[in-house]
């Protein structure tokens, strides 16, 4: 069974960088895809990017253009959400999400799910 764990969450201030990492176990990744999702309090779980295992075509939310980068590691089945420029509304629960076949920028279209890991920026 696909398993996901994300990590790399944490306290950081406005301006400053994390790194995410999601890693999958369970499986043979070359045929899925992978999104990235964040839930503030209060707000609906919006997409922040994808990706494909294998092709590595990448979809970016308007959020997320030029401030996060999704990147994979074929050999460790981990992928990573560099987060730079953090401003207080990036403020989240971060999700990692699987599907099989190519992207898609709504949750309810993922079938397997991390827990999340929480990131939190000051002002």
């Known amino acids: 069974q696909v398993q996901l764990v994300e990590s790399g969450g944490g306290l950081v201030q406005a301006g400053g960088s994390l790194r995410l990492s999601c890693a999958a176990s369970?499986?043979?990744?070359?045929?899925?895809?992978v999104g990235w999702f964040r839930q503030a309090p209060g707000k609906e779980r919006e997409v922040v990017g994808a990706?494909?295992?294998?092709?590595?075509?990448?979809y970016y939310a308007d959020s997320a253009k030029g401030r996060f980068t999704i990147s994979r590691d074929n050999s460790k089945n981990t992928l990573y959400l560099q987060m730079n420029s953090l401003e207080p509304e990036d403020t989240a629960v971060y999700y990692c999400?699987?599907?099989?076949?190519?992207?898609?920028?709504?949750?309810?279209?993922?079938?397997?799910w991390g827990r999340g890991t929480q990131v939190t920026v000051s002002s």
């Open positions: 999400a699987a599907r099989v076949g190519s992207y898609r920028e709504y949750g309810s279209e993922y079938d397997y």
């Open positions: 369970g499986g043979t990744f070359s045929g899925y895809a």
């Open positions: 990706i494909t295992w294998s092709g590595g075509r990448r």
